[in-house]
């Protein structure tokens, strides 16, 4: 309350409110003012004024020193506010505990070096200075907020109006309270990875930036204790411009020591099919210096298969790059007047179109807006063949043949969106779930290879190489991912394998047979178990695996192969032994082998490790884009190691919806796809 009209002064009264502690009374001629003795700040000192405006003005003073404030409250507030804490309910009270129990952190107060940390008290409540800044970081690298957002005004006076008290940062103050996040955060990873019984599979994706500088990111994903499928971001890290697959194998080798996981790794997935064998080679030589590859590594390098498909979608719009500009163009003619638009379906009419899709114009840079464009035009092929004759200005009718290829290419591209939709919408994507799916598609590729139109038959063939190469390096991997799906088993290798090979399915399915036993008997002679001595030494950032070689790994091998005639039936021999478990759409692989962990102990050891590799890498907001993925302007501008600390970190501090109750509308990822 400012001292706006003069009052009279009258006979001063004794001062009895604790606040004139804080206040100072000056009489000039007829007036009394309050002067604040921590602010200076002057206000109306009469005692018609009363003291409420000047125990408000104590709770925003920013220069008083620390006090209970709640010594200022009137006492009737007082009482009403103790009497609402004491009727709270118990259900009330209880929701307030999940809430705050809901926070995935738990930081411990510190006091900030060279400066006070401030507490005022507030009835019960405490201001913490400390905990509030953060919180405010924390806020800021959950939801990839920019830093500089602490510099707005708006947020300046949205937060001294909620909390007088808190003093905002700078940019500096909080980059390094963020930079305190990841270091606690990465430890709590590091640990997570450490004290797991299986191994992981890394995901390596190379990222751009609108400044056309590229980063690639890591990506562990495991199976954990209670059998649920997990990812973590491990780093992200910008490349030079003139990097070759001898520096990326470098930098991933580098990764892999500063995290202390390559003695525990299974398999790394890369985005592309043949761009990194360079890589891949080096890198399985140094991890084979210190352990045996599982299978001699066969089944280490895996590459993505949603940017197989990707690949594939690009050759065959390039393709037919012609005939989707004259559809595209004759959409765009259509649209562009009302009487051209009503003359189509005057003639759609006639000719006894009668289908109420409308037409669309596609965004070139989401191949899946394409083929919904190639669809809808397709509906209007007889309509639009005759409308040269109604339309002299429409000019870029399309020949019979040309409808032929249309039709064709969107019979390919739909069961492709499919293929795409199941690989990067499936909410639990373990590896089980692809082999149907890539099996189906490799059938189809041998088919559109026969078709008698050379133009149709070689677009197919240059599809078909590409798959080749990644079927090539991937299908033991799939085939033994679903052969531990219970629902499965050797059965669907026995299904798709003679549609595939023909006559020479017999000898692919031993190898498959081969491949998934020989697995099996280096998990049960016990090659291919965690070194525990590396594990107990991974219990913080800066252990080091120096473990000694262990020189009875033959002996192991010895008793192996020496006790198999006294053992009972394998693991996998009973397994595969036992019809197959019922189809359902609520069956979940991961809580199946949860419950049959006790009767296939060493079997389940194996299926947590394939069921974790990452398949595809991609999410559905990059699968259907004609581009990769690409870093936002403000994180591409900023230094690398806050960089991989926001992005690292940002993935580690996500909830999961049903963990909060809440609904991710967004992407917590600070990603953008390019449209030009």
Known sequence: MEISDETPSKKPKRLTSVVWNHFERIRKADMCYAICVHCKKKLSGSSNSGTTHLRNHLIRCLKRSNYDVSQLLPVKKRKESTGGLTTVSFEEEKIKEEIITAIPYNFVQEQKKEEINQTVNVGIATFDQVRSQLDLAHMIMLHGY???MVDDVGFKIFVKNLQPSFDIMNNSAIELDCMTIY?????????????????????????????????????ANYIDFDWRLQKKMLNFIKLDISHTGDILSEVIVKCLKDWAIDRKLFSMTFD??????????????????????????????????????????????????????????SIRHIRSSQAIQGKLNEIAQQVGITT?????????????STYMMLEAALEYRRAFSLLPEHDPAY?????????????????YMKLLVEYTNVFSGARFPTSNIYFPEICDMH???????????????????????KFDTYWSKCSLVLAVAAILDPRFKMKLVEYYYPQIYGGDAPHHMKEVSDGIRELFTEYSIGTTTLDKESARAGGSLDSTSNSSRDKLKGFD????????????????????????????????????????????????MMARDVLGIPMSTLGQEVAFSTRGRVLDHHRSSLSPDLREALLCGQDWLHMEPEATGLSWSHSALPLYLETS
């Open 272 to 329: 592309d099919c043949s761009a990194y064998d360079i890589m891949v080679f080096r890198i399985k030589d140094w991890l084979s210096q210190n352990k045996p590859l599982l299978r001699n590594g066969e089944l280490f390098d895996v590459r993505c298969v949603t940017q197989l498909l990707k690949s594939i979608v690009q050759d065959v719009m390039e393709t037919v790059r012609n005939v989707t500009h004259k559809i595209r163009e």
């Open 395 to 411: 000019t870029m009718a399309l020949s019979d043949l040309e409808w032929e290829w249309a039709s064709s290419v969107t019979g």
């Open 443 to 465: 059938i189809r590729l041998i088919e559109w290879c026969k078709n008698p139109d050379d133009f149709l038959c070689s677009m197919a063939l240059k599809m078909k190489n």
């Open 356 to 368: 109420e899709r409308r037409l669309v114009l596609d965004c070139p840079m989401q191949w899946n």
């Open 183 to 219: 270091r606690k955060e990465k430890q709590k990873v590091f640990e997570v990875i450490h004290r797991l019984d299986g191994r992981i599979n890394l995901a390596v994706g190379i990222w751009g930036s609108p400044e056309n500088s590229e980063y690639m990111c890591l990506t």
């Open 557 to 604: 091998k010895f008793l192996y192969e020496t006790s198999q005639n006294q053992s009972m039936t394998s693991d996998l021999d009973k397994y595969l032994e036992e019809p197959v478990f019922p189809r359902n759409n609520d069956f979940n692989i991961l809580n199946w082998w949860k419950v049959h962990t006790p009767r296939y102990p060493i079997l389940s």
């Open 146 to 148: 920019p830093l500089d």
